[in-house]
């Protein structure tokens, strides 16, 4: 089977695509990068989470290519066990090495077990790892921050504090949205200045650039901002 799938990412690559993904991520091999466009992998994913040998492909990590792990997240995207699919991440994770295959990597059965997923989303964000961390906050800003608002993580994540690019762009994504979709509860953080100076920042120009935050606030924002 893995032999299989690899010959169908070939064929389906797209040279020009590949460029342009290895363009956005400069810390991957270029050559570990086939080029298949991201709705071909998710149709492919799910076909192949039907597949009863599946598990033979997603026991075989590390992969050799990056297209394989984006594959393997869609895979597991399609799990609808809630523990199996726990397993699957933190099967992968370790092997995860840019933004673009952390980002995607969103269970859809996660929706429907929020209380227990809070459990794992403290574990990974106690990891030291980066793609780790990231994705935990990654798994709050999607699940946390609607009807299951939970305020208690604003906390949580303004006390992380980390030399990794990706753990603080993502911390500034969040703090971004939050102040879009609970700007009562998120905007005290950014008054009191909790954030480390470059997320506090990046925090402010994220969500200036939203369509979401209304144009007082962003004047308000913009007044907070550290030089």
């Known amino acids: 089977m893995i032999k299989e799938i690899e010959k169908t990412l070939f064929e ?79 099967e992968i994770l370790p092997y995860v090495d840019n933004w673009a295959t952390c980002d995607l990597l969103s269970p859809k059965v996660f929706k429907k077990n929020r209380s227990i997923l809070k459990l794992d989303i403290n574990r990974w964000l106690k990891s030291s790892e980066t793609y780790t961390i990231r994705f935990g906050i990654e798994m709050v800003m999607s699940h946390f921050l609607d009807d299951d608002f939970d305020k208690s993580y604003l906390e949580t994540i303004s006390r992380i504090r980390s ?32 954030l480390d100076k470059w997320t506090h920042n990046k925090t402010i120009q994220k969500a200036v650039e939203s369509y979401r935050i209304t144009d007082e606030q962003k004047t308000y924002l913009r007044t907070l901002k550290v030089k």
Not at 172 to 188: E, G, N, P, R
């Open 12 to 90: 389906n690559q797209d040279l020009k695509y590949r460029d342009f993904q290895a363009k956005l991520m400069p810390n991957v091999d270029k050559e570990r990068i086939i080029g298949v466009r991201t709705p071909i992998l998710r149709k492919l994913g799910k076909q192949l989470a039907k597949e009863p040998q599946i598990d033979e492909f997603l026991s075989a990590i590390p992969h050799d290519y990056y297209d394989e792990n984006n594959l393997h997240g869609f895979i597991i995207s399609e799990c609808k066990d809630y523990k199996k699919a726990v397993e699957y991440v933190d």
């Open 163 to 194: 030399d990794e690019y990706y753990v603080n762009m993502m911390i500034a994504w969040y703090f971004a949205t939050a102040l879009a979709k609970q700007w009562d509860s998120t905007v005290s953080y950014i008054e009191q200045y909790k």
